[in-house]
């Protein structure tokens, strides 16, 4: 099979297209042929030899999936057959032509959704779900700031947010970015780059503060993350894009207002806490596609072969949504760019705040 490839750490150039052998299926694992992949931050990092690998994991990129149902484990039973059309978490192997993965990490891709739109739901939407739901404890009326808000778990995060009544608000790098987020739902949006957000974020919640906070930055936000979290605020720690050492007397600012910081990941969580959260995002959210109610937002799509120039626009952070792999030749869901708010028009947010 075909599947993206590199021989050694370095820049997006490293990346080429190699054959490779089909994966060997496990007993409680399904082999899916995949239409479409996508790329995350864990994918450009890896790339660049600082995201090792967990045990047993595929050393091909790529963490999600959609496709088709090419063969069924011994184990897994009347969970799956073959020819269903599914969308699924990877733990690696998802830029190639066939991946394996574990049946628990399956879904049923959403009627009315094609196979790209599919493929951009998986990681990012289970991550932000993760982020609000297992570990945040989101509660109606929260207000929510979402670092990165027009990235891939941004953008998901804001719908998931609205769709349990929360208050979503946002930093970002653009104008362009924050009118996304805004479109998605977000109540306020700020530029990280021209304004102190944590200043910007105490005005509009007039003086409250947020009950919880996702951070994928990190370091540089410490000081502004703790001004602006309310009183036993959580702050929850997905990412160290933004560097990870702090200096001051962080400790000491926890204590002060009680804030919980919470860091997690989801790759390196075993089969079975991932099952869990794919069986909890299925039965609360699934149906939501379906109905319009939650799109996935996906800003271009690149074949195969074209991965290296994928990853330098998630580098440059020029993309709003999620950046996708077309992998199948004959997938003609999409070719090119798609439009970045992928069509979510004003009813569509109108109706998601009255949920």
Same mark, same amino acid.
């Given at each position: 099979m075909?599947?993206?490839?590199?021989?050694?750490?370095?820049?997006?150039?490293?990346?080429?297209?190699n054959q490779v052998p089909i994966p060997e299926l496990e007993d409680n694992e399904v082999l899916v042929k995949v239409q479409a992949s996508a790329i995350n931050r864990a994918d450009t990092l890896q790339r660049r030899g600082?995201?090792?690998?967990?045990?047993?994991?595929?050393?091909i990129l790529g963490l999600e999936v959609s496709g088709t149902i090419e063969k069924v484990g011994?184990?897994?039973?009347?969970?799956?057959?073959?020819?269903?059309?599914?969308?699924?978490?990877?733990?690696?192997?998802?830029?190639?032509?066939?991946v394996a993965?574990?049946?628990?990490?399956?879904?049923?891709?959403?009627a009315n959704t094609n196979f790209l739109e599919a493929a951009a739901i998986p990681e990012v939407w289970l991550t932000a779900?993760?982020?609000?739901?297992?570990?945040?404890?989101?509660?109606?009326?929260?207000?929510?700031?979402?670092?990165a808000g027009a990235s891939g778990v941004g953008t998901a995060a804001i719908q998931l947010v609205t769709l349990a009544k929360g208050k979503a608000i946002v930093t970002a790098g653009s104008e362009d970015k924050i009118k996304l987020a805004l479109e998605l739902g977000a109540s306020a949006g700020f530029n990280y780059k021209e304004t102190d957000f944590s200043e910007e974020v105490m005005k509009f919640t007039e003086g409250r503060g947020v009950n919880l906070i996702l951070d994928c930055?990190?370091?540089?936000?410490? =000081?502004?993350?703790?001004?602006?979290?309310? *009183? &036993?605020?959580?702050?929850? !720690?997905?990412?160290?894009?933004?560097?990870?050492s702090v200096n001051g007397n962080l400790f000491l600012e926890l204590l002060k207002k009680r804030i919980s910081l919470m860091a997690t990941t989801l790759r390196t969580r075993t089969d079975e806490y991932k099952g869990q959260l794919v069986e909890a995002f299925s039965q609360q959210a699934?149906?939501?596609? =379906?109905?319009?109610?939650?799109?996935?937002? *996906? &800003?271009?799509?690149?074949? !195969?072969?074209?991965i290296s120039a994928a990853h330098e626009k998630m580098e440059a952070n020029k993309n709003m949504g999620k950046i996708m792999i077309r992998v199948a030749k004959d997938n003609t869901d999409a070719i090119g760019v798609v439009d970045s708010i992928n069509n979510i028009n004003k009813e569509e947010t109108q109706i998601k705040a009255e949920l």
């Open positions: 075909l599947a993206a490839y590199f021989d050694s750490p370095g820049e997006p150039d490293v990346l080429y297209v600082l995201y090792p690998i967990p045990p047993g994991a595929s050393p011994a184990s897994v039973g009347s969970a799956w057959k073959v020819g269903d059309k599914v969308m699924c978490l990877c733990n690696g192997g998802g830029n190639a032509e066939f993965v574990h049946f628990k990490h399956v879904m049923p891709m959403p779900f993760q982020l609000l739901h297992f570990v945040g404890k989101l509660q109606p009326e929260d207000y929510v700031l979402i670092h930055v990190g370091g540089v936000y410490w =000081e502004m993350n703790v001004n602006c979290l309310a *009183m &036993d605020g959580r702050w929850v !720690l997905y990412g160290l894009l933004g560097g990870r699934l149906s939501h596609f =379906e109905r319009g109610y939650l799109k996935p937002v *996906m &800003d271009s799509v690149f074949p !195969l072969d074209q």
